[in-house]
C-alpha cells in the first residue's frame, strides 16, 4: 500500500520560531510537493522537487525553503514563522511522468504559529 | 477569475439523496481529477478522466471537454460521504496541478 507520512498531525510553534516539515514517501517517486491549504483558497503549491537535491518554487515560496537531500524525504523549512503561516501543510509525491499526473497525499500537518 | 471553480461551496443532504457536485474550468487538461478530503486532512484520489464518464461504486464522474466542465454525482448518500470534494486540473504545459477551492458535503442522518 502506497503511503506518505508527515512528521506531525498538529504543531503549535511561537513567532520567530524555525519550524521543519517532514514528509517522507515509501513509493521511490521522483517529483514531491509541498502545498498549503486554506478556507476559500484551495491548495497552493509552495515547492516542489523533480528529483534529490532539485527544487523549483511554486506560487507562494516566500517565507518558507525546502531540502531534499533524499529522495524518500522532502522538508519544509519555515525560518522564522509569523502568524500568516498558520495553515494546514501537505505534502504529496507522483512518479515522475505519471499518466494522467496522479498524486499521492500525506494526512497533513494542521500548523498553528502563535 | 478562477481556472477551476466549483459549485456549490458547501452542500447538506439527508441520506439517501442524489449527490450533484460542479467543477468548471478554463484551461486545456488532458485530464481532470476528483478528490476527496475527510476531517482530519488527508486526500485521496477519486477519479481520473479525460473524456466521457467513470463509475466507482456509488460514485459517477463525468466529463465534457468542449464545455470544460465535469460534475460529480453520488448516489444515495451516506453520513459518510461527508468529506470535502475537490477537483484539480494540470496547468498546462508545467503540469502542475491547479486546484478548486473545494465543495464541503455534510449528508445527515
Known amino acids: 500500500d502506497v503511503k506518505v507520512t508527515q512528521s506531525s498531525r498538529y504543531l503549535v510553534k511561537r513567532t520567530g520560531e524555525k519550524v521543519f516539515l517532514e514528509c517522507v514517501q515509501d513509493m521511490d517517486h521522483e517529483n514531491m510537493f509541498w502545498y498549503r491549504q486554506d478556507p476559500g483558497l484551495g491548495l497552493r503549491l509552495i515547492y516542489f522537487?523533480?528529483?534529490?537535491?532539485?527544487?523549483e518554487k511554486g506560487d507562494i515560496p516566500e517565507g518558507y525553503s525546502v531540502s531534499r537531500e533524499k529522495k524518500e524525504r522532502f522538508s519544509l523549512i519555515l525560518e522564522s514563522a509569523s502568524t500568516n503561516q498558520t495553515s494546514m501543510y501537505l505534502c504529496?509525491?507522483?512518479?515522475?511522468?505519471?499518466?494522467?499526473?496522479?498524486?499521492?497525499f500525506g494526512p497533513g500537518t494542521r500548523l498553528t504559529v502563535l | 477569475k478562477n481556472e477551476v471553480e466549483q459549485s456549490p461551496q458547501n452542500l447538506t443532504a439527508q441520506e439517501g439523496e442524489f449527490i450533484t457536485i460542479n467543477c468548471s474550468y478554463s484551461v486545456g487538461i488532458s485530464a481532470l481529477h476528483w478528490l476527496q478530503q475527510h476531517p482530519g486532512g488527508g486526500i485521496v484520489s477519486l477519479f481520473m478522466?479525460?473524456?466521457g464518464k467513470k463509475k466507482h461504486g456509488r460514485l459517477i464522474a463525468t466529463i465534457n471537454i468542449q464545455e470544460k466542465h465535469s460534475s460529480l454525482h453520488i448516489t444515495a448518500s451516506h453520513p459518510r460521504d461527508s468529506a470535502v470534494y475537490i477537483c484539480?486540473?494540470?496547468?498546462?504545459?508545467?503540469?502542475?496541478?491547479?486546484f478548486g477551492t473545494g465543495t464541503r458535503l455534510q449528508v445527515f442522518p
Open positions: 484539480a486540473v494540470p496547468r498546462g504545459a508545467d503540469d502542475k496541478l491547479i
Open positions: 478522466l479525460s473524456s
Open positions: 504529496a509525491s507522483r512518479t515522475q511522468g505519471s499518466p494522467y499526473n496522479e498524486q499521492f
Open positions: 522537487s523533480y528529483d534529490v537535491k532539485m527544487k
